[in-house]
């Protein structure tokens, strides 16, 4: 393993040592060169009469290729809403990465499919950034450089910090269905980097920021860039180097609790850090006195449940315990990146190009202490693991003394003394060799290019803080004090060598390390994906019509995919208490075909300045599940020289991930909230979910009184059917994790592409008379079907109870030796219905005229969601989603910048429109609940929140300096605003909180330095 992570630097630090030496040699051959009129065929235009005889009539300038075409064209009006962000603009608003600038663009979803906010994120893709145009999913957003495809891991996802800023010139952002044009994944649109290119000198980049007041979440940036270019050819090499310290959920407010802290004692867990006895004969769960000694019986008393006031707020937490301190609030990331590209003219209208890549990135993120707990621990694969009970002759069982019966102790205590910690590191090798040129046939010119690509991802996941259980059971096991003073695992002539007997009902620090390093457990999963294959395409004119030439463009390629993950084995054999996975291996190929044709049909007349019509195809065939094709139909209309009317239609698909294919099955532990719980659920609003769980419904049990009673539960159960939150213990707020066992989710190789449409009709109004001003409006439309999902319990749960649906009933079970809780549930992939959104961008800029004191420039961008609608399937009500949860109706930036010679300032306002959120508990009045009666349709009374909006603001100034330097000063976030709690979506983002991690952590204040050479 080692050497293969070495080896593609290797490859990289060669291929730029070779291609500095071949400039060299390139510059002492351009000197003794005779001088030449002819200059580079991307760039001008080329005497072409020595391969074409008569070039009179030969058309030689080569075209421009555009983001969301195929066509190389040097008069391109653009069909489909393309927003370019360049490097300055990057720099200027004050983000350290490409990622970070890219969650903020409007037609973005920032809570995309992982953040860095959300401790349970330990697969291959924790800490990486991810771009969500329109909320559809990180997976349907096509990431490429420079046109290409830059490869993702095997969930599909393409981390954005891999690329470094530096070698940024622009990035293209198409917030428009294009997989006609380039394949699957492209669904929500296209985010093309366009990297530096004829890059001469040397400069270096550095950025420093850090969260103010608190002085944590440190960011740093180091970037230098080298390039060289002449005649005949350039090359470009950056060195990037950045790093993000961790955020600790104890330093927020919003984090530091559950429900942050303004309810400080609000849905804290029963399990704490002093022991507690779960089988005490009385019936009593006891707990271990502050202080106590776990050894004595009388140092315990009757667990102290929480005390609610009258507005059912805790206000007091009695023995209930907050794991939030624990956590990380911001994982702390580093990456290094290398990246180098270039190109050499072999013939005048022949060139070949490379460019590489390598990327090293780690990732840490801190989780609370394991719950260790008896009933919590189910293990299927090795039964004799499931429920370990402290064993009556431990040294340690208070009920091995003097005047006690032995017993076996059930129990439960958090392990405060052992946080678990997870390590993701990853290396990352893309490179890419081509050919590219150009040719005349008579008149009529045409662009072609060849390239093979590969992207290689490499990784390590290490983990501590879990438990290995066979030790665990040896240290729960007999125990007693031997000769030496030290308690001894076994018994007397049958000492267990090696063992440390846990004394597991101890307090604060009770653990000792030589206990905790007994029964510790470390994790090491190891993990990985290719995609590699070739590409051909060739555009060109090919037919002149009144209004203009027809250019076509056609291309095949051919792509492999493989990826895979793999657990340690005493992990995946149910050895420990780290979640069990099955591993993950598979792969698929495509091969595909394509085209795309433009036709100009009016010029120059009346009513029609222009119109033309783009038609793209695209055919693939997948090894695994057969063929498909797609289509796109642009058009583009100017009835005068200031307006420009656009409109697209086109269909899409995207192909399941290796991940959603073949993932092996893994135990998980999802929040949720069970709907026949008489208090918090469903059953207490909705009269339907209310029979369903008194009656039974799909085969599941009957929960009324009389049916609880008659099972032995009616003391548990005297008020009715409640979720648990531990094996007898009620929860006291809403929603819990699996008590009886975790759940199980993994892949599902039948699964069938996504298809869909999107239609887009706008236009660009750029008024003559006044100069310096453009608006853009689009309308845009999506339809994602047979969306690939996880299933989630909530969603099962409620379709079963609320809409009677068996197949979603038969996912889980119900049993009363589990006191009737929901346990065994199922959670994998599946096609599901539809997701059907639209809405509208809006665009506005204005370059005022230059006053004596400056220059002034006002840019706002904006997105108005009308619809988010999702049907799971068939016989389920359609979900109204727009304005809810992270799908904000309304996103905007609005920006205004001034320069004056070498100085200049932005100021910028990013703003989130007001959300609804279920409410977090209609028995606590405190926490906000303001539409109680809100009728969900289809569905009936769903209590809502209104959660209010947010604006942050920002603020940069810099200085050009007369050394070729560049300083910016600036505060992102600069009034340190806090945004808005969503109580009911506690662990439903993203993240483990009552705060979207959309919204800013704090004022980031930061210094960047630019140096050209």
């Not at 090491?524 to 037919?543: A, F, L, N």
């Not at 929901?822 to 005022?848: I, K, P």
Request: aromatic content about 12%; glycine content about 10%.
């Amino acid at each position: 393993m080692y050497k293969q992570q070495k080896k593609p630097l290797s490859v990289l630090i060669c291929a730029v040592l070779s291609a500095a030496a071949w400039y060299s040699g390139a510059a002492v051959a351009q000197d003794a060169a005779s001088q030449s009129t002819a200059s580079s065929p991307q760039t001008s235009s080329t005497d072409q009469s020595s391969t074409q005889g008569s070039s009179k009539n030969a058309k030689t300038l080569q075209g421009v290729q555009v983001t969301g075409s195929l066509i190389r064209s040097v008069d391109v009006e653009m069909a489909q809403p393309v927003v370019t962000i360049t490097a300055q603009d990057i720099q200027k608003q004050g983000f350290a990465t490409v990622g970070q600038f890219l969650q903020n663009v409007t037609s973005g979803n920032s809570s995309s499919d992982m953040s860095k906010s959300d401790p349970y994120d330990s697969g291959p893709d924790a800490g990486g950034s991810f771009v969500d145009l329109r909320g559809l999913g990180a997976q349907r957003t096509l990431v490429l450089i420079d046109g290409k495809r830059v490869g993702t891991s095997y969930d599909g996802l393409t981390n954005l910090d891999t690329i470094p800023v530096a070698i940024i010139d622009h990035v293209d952002v198409l917030a428009d269905g294009a997989s006609a044009v380039y394949g699957s994944d492209a669904i929500a649109g296209v985010v093309n980097i366009i990297t530096k290119k004829d890059f001469n000198g040397a400069q270096l980049d550095t950025y420093d920021g850090q969260y103010q007041p608190g002085s944590d979440g440190t960011q740093q940036q180091y970037a230098l860039t080298l390039g060289k270019t002449t005649q005949h050819g350039s090359i470009v090499f950056t060195g990037q180097y950045q790093n993000q310290d961790a955020i600790n959920a104890a330093d927020r407010n919003y984090s530091a609790c559950p429900l942050s802290c303004k309810f400080p004692y609000d849905a804290w867990q029963t399990q704490g850090a002093f022991g507690q006895i779960l089988n005490d004969p009385s019936g009593n769960t006891l707990v271990l006195n502050n202080g106590g000694n776990p050894r004595n019986y009388n140092d315990y008393h009757v667990q102290v449940a929480p005390t609610i006031g009258a507005n059912g707020d805790v206000i007091a937490p009695g023995d209930t315990y907050n794991y939030n301190n624990q956590y990380s609030l911001l994982s702390a990331t580093s990456m290094k990146n290398l990246f180098s590209q270039g190109h050499y003219d072999i013939e005048n209208n022949l060139t070949a190009t490379f460019s590489a890549s390598y990327n090293q990135q780690g990732n840490t993120s801190m989780l609370g202490g394991l719950p260790l707990s008896t009933p919590g621990i189910v293990d299927p694969q090795q039964p004799q693991f499931t429920n370990p009970m402290l064993s009556a002759q431990s040294y340690y069982n208070p009920y091995n003394t003097p005047g006690q019966t032995p017993q076996d102790v059930s129990f439960q205590r958090y392990l405060i003394e052992m946080p678990r910690i997870t390590a993701n590191k990853v290396t990352n090798f893309r490179y890419s060799l081509g050919l590219e040129g150009f040719f005349n046939v008579g008149e009529h010119m045409f662009n072609w290019d060849a390239y093979y690509y590969e992207t290689k991802y490499e990784g390590n996941i290490y983990t501590s803080g879990n438990i290995y259980l066979p030790n665990l059971m040896n240290a729960l096991g007999p125990s007693f004090m031997g000769s030496n003073g030290a308690v001894q695992c076994g018994t007397p002539g049958n000492v267990i060598a090696g063992c440390v007997p846990l004394n597991a009902l101890a307090g604060p620090g009770g653990y000792t390390p030589a206990m905790l390093n007994y029964i510790e457990a470390f994790g090491h999963e190891v993990y990985g994906s290719q995609e590699k294959g070739p590409q051909v395409d060739i555009s060109g004119d090919v037919y002149q019509l009144p209004a203009g030439d027809v250019n076509v463009a056609m291309g095949l390629s051919h792509r492999s995919v493989s990826g895979y993950d793999t657990p340690d084995i005493p992990s995946s054999e149910g050895y420990t208490t780290n979640l069990a996975g099955q591993p993950t291996s598979g792969g698929y190929n495509v091969s595909e075909a394509y085209g795309e044709i433009n036709l100009p049909l009016l010029k120059d007349l009346p009513g029609a300045q222009s119109l033309n019509l783009d038609i793209a195809k695209r055919f693939s065939h997948y090894n695994n599940f057969g063929n498909t094709n797609n289509s796109s139909f642009k058009l583009t209309w100017k009835p005068i020289d200031d307006l420009l009317v656009r409109a697209s239609y086109g269909t899409g698909f995207r192909a399941p991930t290796i991940g959603d294919l073949y993932a092996g099955d893994t135990t998980t532990y999802p929040y949720f909230t069970d709907p026949c719980d008489v208090t918090y659920g469903l059953a207490r609003y909705n009269s339907t979910v209310a029979k369903n769980c008194a009656n039974g419904v799909g085969g599941k049990p009957p929960l009324s009184i009389a049916a609880l009673t008659a099972a032995g539960l009616g003391t548990e159960y005297a008020n009715g059917f409640g979720q648990e939150q531990s094996p007898g213990q009620l929860i006291t707020t809403p929603g819990n994790i699996p008590v009886y066992g975790p759940f199980i989710q993994g892949g599902n190789p039948k699964l069938k592409p996504e298809t869909s449409s999107s239609t887009q009709i706008g236009f660009v109004y750029s008024p003559s008379y006044l100069t310096g001003f453009n608006a853009t409006i689009d309308w845009y439309k999506y339809i994602v079907r047979n969306v690939i999902s996880s299933i989630q319990p909530n969603e099962v749960l409620d379709n079963c109870y609320e809409l009677g649906i068996a197949a979603d009933c038969a996912l889980f079970q119900r049993s009363a030796a589990n006191n009737f809780q929901v346990s065994g549930l199922f959670m994998g992939e599946e096609n599901q219905g539809y997701l059907d959104t639209a809405g509208y961008d809006v665009d506005l800029s204005y370059t005022l005229p230059g006053f004596s004191f400056g220059q002034f420039k006002v840019d706002s961008h904006s997105t108005y969601m009308t619809k988010y609608n999702v049907l799971q399937y068939e016989g389920v009500p359609v979900s109204n989603e727009a304005g809810m949860l992270s799908n904000w109706r309304l996103r905007s930036n609005f920006t205004v910048s001034w320069s004056y010679h070498n100085v200049g300032a932005q100021w910028t306002m990013r703003y989130f429109s007001p959300l609804k959120d279920a409410c977090y508990n209609v028995l606590d009045t405190a926490v906000p609940c303001q539409l109680p009666n809100y009728y969900a349709p289809g569905v009936g009374v769903n209590p809502m929140q209104q959660v209010p909006s947010v604006t942050f603001n920002d603020l940069q100034v810099y200085w050009n300096a007369p050394w070729h330097a560049t300083i910016s000063v600036g505060a992102n976030n600069i009034f340190n605003r806090i945004g808005p709690y969503a109580y009911g979506s506690y662990n439903g983002f993203d993240a483990n909180y009552v705060y979207n991690p959309a919204y800013d952590y704090g004022r980031m204040v930061y210094i960047r330095y630019s140096q050209k050479f």
